[in-house]
Structures are given as structure tokens and as C-alpha cells.
């Protein structure tokens, strides 16, 4: 097996970068979609002379945070791809010492 070059291993890097960048960016529009359902669930009340009540409010961005992110086929692929290179990597450079 030869020898992984420097600029292979920065790609594998790259790839497992935007994969976390995908990830992070996905949570970040939900959870920006999550506070403006509740803005608009707050003008609506109040239009109605109803207040919701914070803790409420609260509770259910607690839930749905909590709810477990998944990663798609692709992203999972590529992730294994990139962690076997780099274990890979790391084991070669542990038997050369």
C-alpha cells in the first residue's frame, strides 16, 4: 500500500470538515425555524389576547433540540471514508517509530 501524501490526507480532512459544516448548518436552520414558529405562535396569541406562557414555550424547544440529528447514507460514507484513512494513517506512523 503506498503511502499517503500530504495533500490526500488534507482532502480527507476537507471532506470530513464539511460534513461536520453540513451538519452544523442543518441544526442551525432548525433551530432558527424553531424560534420563528414561536415568534409567530407569540403574535398570533397575543393578537387573540392570549399570552403563552414562557415555560412552555421553554419546554418545547427543549424537546425538540433533544431530538436526535440524523446523518444521511452519503454523509455516513464519507465519514467511515475519512476515519479509516486517518486510522490508517496513524497506525502506519505507529509501526515506523
Same mark, same amino acid.
Request: charged content about 45%.
Given at each position: /500500500? &503506498? #503511502?499517503?501524501? &500530504? $495533500?490526500?490526507?488534507?482532502? *480527507?480532512?476537507? $471532506?470530513?470538515? &464539511? =460534513? %461536520?459544516?453540513?451538519?452544523?448548518? +442543518? &441544526?442551525?436552520?432548525? =433551530? +432558527?425555524? %424553531?424560534?420563528?414558529?414561536? %415568534?409567530?405562535? %407569540?403574535?398570533?396569541?397575543?393578537? $387573540?389576547?392570549? #399570552?403563552?406562557?414562557? !415555560?412552555? +414555550? #421553554?419546554?418545547? =424547544?427543549?424537546?425538540?433540540?433533544? $431530538?436526535?440529528?440524523?446523518? !444521511?447514507?452519503?454523509?455516513?460514507?464519507? *465519514? !467511515?471514508?475519512? /476515519?479509516?484513512?486517518?486510522?490508517?494513517?496513524?497506525? #502506519? +506512523?505507529?509501526?515506523?517509530?
Amino acid at each position: /500500500m &503506498e #503511502k499517503m501524501s &500530504e $495533500k490526500r490526507i488534507l482532502q *480527507l480532512a476537507l $471532506k470530513g470538515l &464539511e =460534513i %461536520e459544516y453540513i451538519r452544523v448548518n +442543518t &441544526e442551525l436552520v432548525e =433551530i +432558527t425555524n %424553531e424560534i420563528h414558529k414561536i %415568534e409567530e405562535a %407569540e403574535k398570533d396569541k397575543s393578537k $387573540k389576547g392570549d #399570552k403563552i406562557s414562557e !415555560s412552555s +414555550t #421553554k419546554d418545547n =424547544i427543549r424537546k425538540r433540540l433533544k $431530538k436526535k440529528r440524523r446523518m !444521511s447514507d452519503a454523509q455516513k460514507k464519507a *465519514l !467511515s471514508k475519512t /476515519m479509516k484513512a486517518l486510522w490508517a494513517r496513524k497506525k #502506519k +506512523t505507529k509501526n515506523v517509530k
